[in-house]
């Protein structure tokens, strides 16, 4: 079996994004990349750290200090540390045409850098985030999960205000969610029965409706539901105790109702090694965990792990998908 060819998107410009890749073009991997960016960015990256890097045509392999790239230009090279949102569309162009690439079968995954979601939206395109803009482009339903060597967090809902979640959590999109994430663990992270926890969405999962009613008519019916077709799922637990070590030694994954119920915990128990995943894409997609660093991108201080085990982590999945 052929080692997997992964796109790898950089990101904004004018982050750490450029600078990590050519990190990672440092290393031998078990996998290709191929990468989708400014060639301009690179080669400023690399001489800004002192590194060798030879740009390749998209269809060589990588090596160290070797990279294959796809030419997405900018409109103009930014400065380290200041976006330019006139860059905004070959960012996009550069997540779209990587993408693309998955979808056709030309590449094998997708490993993401850091975006300025602001920058983006002033340069007039209106951008919520790459987990919603590759759902867009696939036509498919997608679950967000971030996860590190601790625990593996997914999102029932993701970029929203907070009181705009209990509205958002509805019994349908909460079964399709979850349906998702066991099929992911299943096929991508080869675990045969997966246990998910599934927390609450109010204090102490609301004490049995007098804190709340989404468990009561909501979250514990579609649980139920779906232990009649046989996932083991266990919950609606209270956040607040989930996540203790000997809890979360019996589950594969939790299932938060929203961003900072979660996710919090995440990065606090392992921030640099943590990846930032889209479920229920037809290929895998990682992302780093961590934004564009712009006070100290160009400085060669940004810490390449998240990187690192985004390309791991993207490999070992592409690989799964290919015995499955």
Same mark, same amino acid.
């Given at each position: 079996?052929?080692?997997?060819?992964?796109?790898?998107?950089?990101?904004?410009?004018?982050?750490?994004?450029?600078?990590?890749? &050519? /990190?990672? !073009?440092?290393?031998?991997?078990?996998?290709? %990349?191929? +990468?989708? $960016? =400014?060639?301009?960015?690179?080669?400023?990256?690399?001489?800004?750290?002192?590194?060798?890097?030879?740009?390749?045509?998209?269809?060589?392999?990588?090596?160290?200090?070797?990279?294959?790239?796809?030419?997405?230009?900018?409109?103009?090279?930014?400065?380290?540390?200041?976006?330019?949102?006139?860059?905004?569309?070959?960012?996009?162009?550069?997540?779209?045409?990587?993408?693309?690439?998955?979808?056709?079968?030309?590449?094998?995954?997708?490993?993401?850098?850091?975006?300025?979601?602001?920058?983006?939206?002033?340069?007039?395109?209106?951008?919520?985030?790459?987990?919603?803009?590759?759902?867009?482009?696939?036509?498919?339903?997608?679950?967000?999960?971030?996860?590190?060597?601790? &625990? /593996?967090? !997914?999102?029932?809902?993701?970029?929203?205000? %907070?009181? +705009?979640? $209990? =509205?958002?959590?509805?019994?349908?999109?909460?079964?399709?969610?979850?349906?998702?994430?066991?099929?992911?663990?299943?096929?991508?992270?080869?675990?045969?029965?997966?246990?998910?926890?599934?927390?609450?969405?109010?204090?102490?999962?609301?004490?049995?409706?007098?804190?709340?009613?989404?468990?009561?008519?909501?979250?514990?019916?579609?649980?139920?539901?779906?232990?009649?077709?046989?996932?083991?799922?266990?919950?609606?637990?209270?956040?607040?105790?989930?996540?203790?070590?000997?809890?979360?030694?019996?589950?594969?994954?939790?299932?938060?109702?929203?961003?900072?119920?979660?996710?919090?915990?995440?990065?606090?128990?392992?921030?640099?090694?943590?990846?930032?995943?889209?479920?229920?894409?037809?290929?895998?997609?990682?992302?780093?965990?961590?934004?564009? +660093?712009?006070?100290?991108?160009?400085?060669?201080?940004?810490?390449?792990?998240?990187?690192?085990?985004?390309?791991?982590?993207?490999?070992?999945?592409?690989?799964?998908?290919?015995?499955?």
């Amino acid at each position: 079996m052929t080692r997997p060819r992964l796109a790898l998107v950089p990101g904004e410009p004018a982050g750490v994004g450029p600078e990590l890749c &050519v /990190r990672a !073009a440092q290393r031998a991997w078990n996998t290709d %990349l191929v +990468a989708y $960016a =400014d060639p301009r960015s690179l080669r400023r990256a690399a001489e800004t750290l002192g590194l060798p890097l030879q740009i390749a045509p998209p269809e060589a392999a990588s090596a160290p200090g070797v990279l294959p790239v796809v030419e997405i230009s900018g409109e103009t090279s930014a400065a380290f540390g200041h976006p330019d949102p006139r860059n905004a569309a070959s960012v996009i162009a550069s997540l779209h045409q990587a993408a693309s690439a998955c979808l056709r079968g030309e590449c094998d995954g997708l490993v993401t850098g850091p975006v300025n979601k602001a920058v983006i939206n002033a340069g007039g395109i209106a951008y919520t985030g790459t987990t919603e803009l590759l759902a867009t482009q696939a036509r498919c339903e997608v679950v967000m999960m971030l996860a590190n060597d601790v &625990v /593996r967090v !997914a999102l029932a809902t993701t970029h929203l205000p %907070l009181r +705009a979640v $209990a =509205d958002a959590i509805d019994a349908d999109g909460l079964w399709r969610t979850l349906r998702i994430v066991h099929g992911a663990l299943r096929v991508e992270f080869g675990i045969e029965a997966p246990v998910i926890a599934v927390l609450g969405l109010n204090p102490h999962a609301g004490e049995e409706g007098h804190l709340g009613r989404e468990e009561v008519d909501v979250i514990s019916p579609t649980l139920d539901r779906l232990r009649a077709e046989g996932m083991r799922l266990v919950g609606p637990l209270p956040a607040d105790t989930a996540f203790l070590p000997e809890k979360l030694r019996g589950f594969d994954a939790v299932l938060a109702m929203y961003h900072d119920q979660g996710l919090p915990v995440l990065k606090y128990s392992g921030f640099e090694r943590a990846v930032n995943l889209t479920l229920g894409l037809p290929y895998p997609r990682v992302a780093v965990d961590h934004g564009t +660093a712009l006070d100290i991108a160009g400085s060669g201080t940004a810490n390449p792990s998240s990187l690192f085990a985004a390309i791991e982590t993207c490999a070992r999945l592409a690989m799964r998908r290919r015995r499955a």
